[in-house]
Structures are given as structure tokens and as C-alpha cells.
């Protein structure tokens, strides 16, 4: 699955540009200001760049570009900017970014831009295995086979507990509530009940031991998160 960082820093935007962006595939990790989005970018980067021109605090969106480009980063960059700002358009541009879309946009649109700059990128249409390290252990998915390695031993997880598993380890550090989970592994019709997804969680970390616990984390009164550093 291919990685997305969105940074944007209107909440209502970023919601659903995430929403969309994930019901189109991607895995979306959505930053609010540009130097949480820099210090991620700095860990690791992800396979294309959303990136809101004007943000808050001290680094701005073209900041952010122009300092990829002066380390010789070749990530994909479409910015988002605001209607009338033809002049930031044409200097994020020249600062490096590859793409631009006025808000307000159509997030189609945003899918086929994102779409096209991946194909020209040369990227792969998706990495087909994903592996997380915690302390010394590592956590390896083979996403065609839907099996899961964990220092290098095959969890025996079934396909329920492999697809929640999968999809909290797509979003690393996103929390995920029980309803949220319950409604994109169950799907939005099946008439369950919440605790089903604690119960899911319970037996894939019985199944891995205790060091499942590390990647799997209890946001107390909100839900789960998955939290391990990804491997290139
Ligand atoms: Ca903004």
C-alpha cells in the first residue's frame, strides 16, 4: 500500500481529504503543522506529499519544499493552495513541488494528480511487504499472502484478525476508534457491537506474545493504535 503524508491544517480539509484518500487506497498519516509534518518527513518518507502552502507556526509549506529539495529528496509534492495566491503557486513551483490544486478542489481530482505524479515517479503500484521494528523486534507483513512475521516466526492470525492488524499497522501512530474499526473491517452494515474489535485485539496479541503489546497500543477511553518504526 502506498504511503501518503497529508499536511494541512484546516481540520474539515484534512478530515475528508484523509477519508478519501484512504477509501482510494492509501495509507494517510495527516499532520495539523508543518513541523510535525517536517519531523516525520525527516524519520522517514512516505511515497507522495500533500502539502498545504499556508500553515501555522514556523514552517510553511514551501519551507517544507524547499528544504526537501536542498537534501536531494525526489518526493513526489503536490501543494495545496488558496484561490488569488498565483504568486506562492508559481514560487512553490520553482522551490520544487511538482504539482499544484487550488482549493477548493475536487478530491477525485486530487486521486487522478496523485495518481498520475506516482506513475511518473515510477513507483510501484504498491509495496507488497510492510515491516515495523519495536525495540529490537521485528514485524513483517506479506500483504498478497496476508501473513504476518513477527522476528521472523509466522503469527497464526485469521483473516479478521490479519485485516485489523494490517490496517492499524498501514496508519502508524493514527488512533483508530472501536467503531471506526468495527465499520472498515466488518463494513458499515454488520450489526455488531464494539467490544467485538477488543476481542479481535485480545487474541492477535495472545497470538504474538507478549510483545504484541509494544505494537499494538490501548488509547484509553478511544481505541487503538499501532505504533512502530516503519522499514524502507
Ligand atoms: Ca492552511
Same mark, same amino acid.
Request: glycine content about 10%.
Given at each position: ?32 503543522? +508543518? #513541523? !510535525?509534518?517536517?519531523?516525520? $518527513? ?5 511515497? =507522495?506529499?500533500?502539502?498545504? &502552502?499556508?500553515?501555522? *507556526?514556523?514552517?510553511? +509549506? #514551501? !519551507?517544507?519544499?524547499?528544504? $526537501? ?5 525526489? =518526493?513526489?509534492?503536490?501543494? &495545496?493552495?488558496?484561490? *488569488?495566491e498565483e504568486e506562492e503557486r508559481v514560487k512553490g513551483l520553482q522551490l520544487g513541488a511538482d504539482d499544484y490544486l487550488v482549493k477548493p478542489f475536487s478530491l477525485r481530482e486530487l486521486v487522478a ?8 515517479a515510477g513507483k510501484t503500484p504498491r509495496v507488497k511487504k510492510l515491516s515495523f521494528t519495536v525495540e529490537g523486534r521485528e514485524l513483517v507483513f506479506d500483504l498478497d499472502r496476508q501473513e504476518v ?84
Open positions: 500500500m502506498q504511503e501518503i503524508f497529508l499536511i494541512e491544517d484546516e481540520e474539515k480539509v484534512g478530515k475528508i481529504t484523509r477519508a478519501f484518500l484512504e477509501e482510494a487506497g492509501f495509507s494517510v498519516r495527516w499532520f495539523l503543522a +508543518g #513541523e !510535525e509534518g517536517w519531523e516525520a $518527513l525527516e524519520r522517514g518518507e512516505p511515497d =507522495l506529499l500533500v502539502l498545504d &502552502l499556508r500553515l501555522p *507556526g514556523k514552517i510553511q +509549506g #514551501e !519551507e517544507i519544499c524547499s528544504r $526537501l529539495r536542498e537534501k536531494g529528496s525526489n =518526493l513526489p509534492i503536490i501543494m &495545496l493552495t488558496a484561490y *488569488g494528480r496523485i495518481q498520475a505524479l506516482l506513475r511518473r512475521f513477527l522476528n521472523g516466526e509466522k503469527v497464526d492470525l485469521t483473516q479478521i484478525e490479519f485485516r485489523v492488524l494490517a490496517l492499524l499497522a498501514q496508519n502508524p501512530d493514527r488512533p483508530f476508534s472501536r467503531e471506526e474499526l468495527l465499520e472498515k473491517i466488518h463494513g458499515p452494515a454488520y450489526d455488531g457491537f464494539d467490544r467485538v474489535i477488543d476481542a479481535h485485539i485480545k487474541n492477535i496479541r495472545k497470538k504474538m506474545g507478549l510483545e504484541a503489546g509494544q505494537f499494538i497500543q490501548t488509547l484509553y477511553g478511544r481505541g487503538y493504535k499501532f505504533s512502530g518504526r516503519k522499514e524502507k
